[in-house]
C-alpha cells in the first residue's frame, strides 16, 4: 500500500521584511512623500523596500526583484531586503537561490528569526533535512513559544524517519496552536508509519472535525481502510480527497490501488498514469503499476515499473516481492533469488513459498 503523502507545510506567509514591514504597506503613499524629501542611504533603501514589498504583495515578483536589488545596490548588508529576495525566489521555486539570500540576510544579520524560518522552509523544500533542523533549533532558543517551529521540526523529522522525535514535535506544536488541523494530520500520518493504525485515525478524525477540508487526512484514512481490506470505506475517502485536490497525485494513486485490488484493472492502470504525469517522481505509483503489469502478466514491462520505483526510493514498501515473483515468472531465477533476498531482510508480505533461492 502506498505510504506517499504530501506533508503539509505550515501556512504562514514568508515574512517580508523584518517586522515591520505588513505595518508599513498601509502607509506606503504617505511614508514615500515623508522619505521624498529626503536623500540619505537610509532613506534610499527603506524606499526601495518598501516598493519592492508593494510589488510583491502584488504579485509583480519581476519589479520587485528590482527594488531590492537596487536597495542591496547601496547596502549590499541590507538583511530585510536580502531575507526578501529570498522569498521571491522560494515563491518561485528556485529554492536554492532562496537559501543563499536568505544566508546572506543572516550573515548581516546573526540571529535573524525570519531569514531563519525562512531558509529552514527552504531547506524542508530541498530535502535538507538536517539544515532545517539546525535552523529550526537556533531559532527555538529565542522563540521556544510559536507553534511553527516544533510543526516544521516535525515535518523534518518525519521525513528523517525519527518518528518517536516527530510524534513530540507535532504534539508540542498541538499544544501551543491547538485548533490547527494540518498539525494532527501529519501527526495522524507518523502514527501510520509506525503502523499504529488506531491513533492514526483516531488524530486525523480529530483533525476533520477541526477543518473538513483537509485532503490528506482523507487520503491517509483511506489507506488505512484499505489495509483493513474495507474497500467500498476506502473508495469514499479517497474519492472526498480528490473532490478537494483533483490534481493530488497520491490520493489518485491510492483511487488506482484500490481499483487494482477489487478487479478494476483498467481503471487501476489509468489512474497510475495520471498520478505518474501529475508528479513523475511519484514513486508508489511506478511501484503500483510494476503491480498492474504483474497481474495482466506482462513481466518485462513489471520489472521496468518496478525498477523506475526502485531507483526514485529504494525503501518503498512491497517492491522486492513483486520483483522477484516478475523474475521468477521470467524464469530470470538469479535476479529473482536477488530480489527475494532483499524482501526477506525487509520482511516484506508476499508468497513465502516462492524461494527461488534455495
Not at 518503498?316 to 531465477?333: P, T, V
Request: hydrophobic share 40%; charged share 25%; aromatic share 12%.
Amino acid at each position: 500500500m502506498t505510504k506517499e503523502f504530501s506533508l503539509k507545510f505550515i501556512n504562514h506567509f514568508l515574512e517580508i521584511g523584518g517586522g515591520r514591514k505588513i505595518r508599513c504597506l498601509h502607509f506606503v503613499s504617505f511614508t514615500l512623500l515623508l522619505i521624498a524629501c529626503s536623500d540619505s542611504k537610509e532613506t534610499r533603501v527603506q524606499r526601495f523596500l518598501l516598493q519592492g514589498n508593494e510589488k510583491a504583495l502584488l504579485q509583480n515578483f519581476d519589479e520587485a526583484e528590482y527594488y531590492y536589488k537596487e536597495a542591496i545596490k547601496i547596502d549590499s548588508c541590507f538583511a530585510d531586503a536580502l531575507n526578501n529576495l529570498g522569498t521571491l525566489y522560494f515563491k518561485q521555486g528556485n529554492f536554492q537561490l532562496s537559501i543563499d539570500y536568505y544566508s546572506r540576510a543572516v550573515e548581516c544579520r546573526p540571529g535573524y528569526v525570519d531569514a531563519l524560518m525562512n531558509r529552514a522552509n527552504a531547506f524542508l523544500e530541498s530535502k535538507e533535512y538536517y539544515r532545517a533542523l539546525d535552523d529550526l533549533s537556533k531559532v527555538e532558543k529565542v522563540q521556544s513559544d510559536t507553534a511553527r517551529v516544533p510543526f516544521m521540526k516535525g515535518l523534518a523529522l518525519t521525513q528523517l524517519s525519527r518518528h518517536e522525535e516527530a510524534i513530540t514535535a507535532f504534539k508540542r506544536a498541538h499544544a501551543l496552536q491547538p485548533q490547527n488541523a494540518e498539525t494532527l494530520v501529519n501527526l495522524g500520518n507518523v502514527y501510520f508509519f509506525k503502523k499504529n493504525y488506531d491513533s492514526a485515525t483516531v488524530h486525523l478524525q480529530k483533525a476533520l472535525q477541526l477543518d473538513s477540508e483537509q485532503p490528506s487526512a482523507y487520503n491517509t484514512l483511506a489507506i488505512i481502510l484499505t489495509e483493513k481490506a474495507q474497500y467500498a470505506a476506502a473508495m469514499d475517502m479517497v474519492n472526498k480527497a480528490i473532490a478537494l485536490n483533483a490534481t493530488d497525485a497520491y490520493a489518485i494513486n491510492n483511487r488506482g490501488y484500490i481499483y487494482l485490488l477489487t478487479g478494476e484493472q483498467e481503471k487501476a492502470k489509468d489512474d497510475f498514469d495520471q498520478s505518474i504525469s501529475i508528479d513523475p517522481y511519484n514513486g508508489w505509483a511506478y511501484r503500483n503499476k510494476g503491480f498492474y503489469f504483474l497481474k495482466v502478466k506482462d513481466y518485462e514491462a513489471s520489472i521496468r515499473m518496478l525498477t523506475k520505483a526502485e531507483k526514485i526510493d529504494p525503501h518503498i514498501d512491497q517492491l522486492y516481492i513483486a520483483q522477484a515473483e516478475a523474475y521468477l515468472q521470467m524464469k530470470d531465477f538469479s535476479n529473482a533469488c536477488k530480489a527475494y533476498e532483499k524482501a526477506v531482510a525487509r520482511n516484506e508480505k508476499g508468497n513465502t513459498s516462492m524461494k527461488p533461492c534455495k
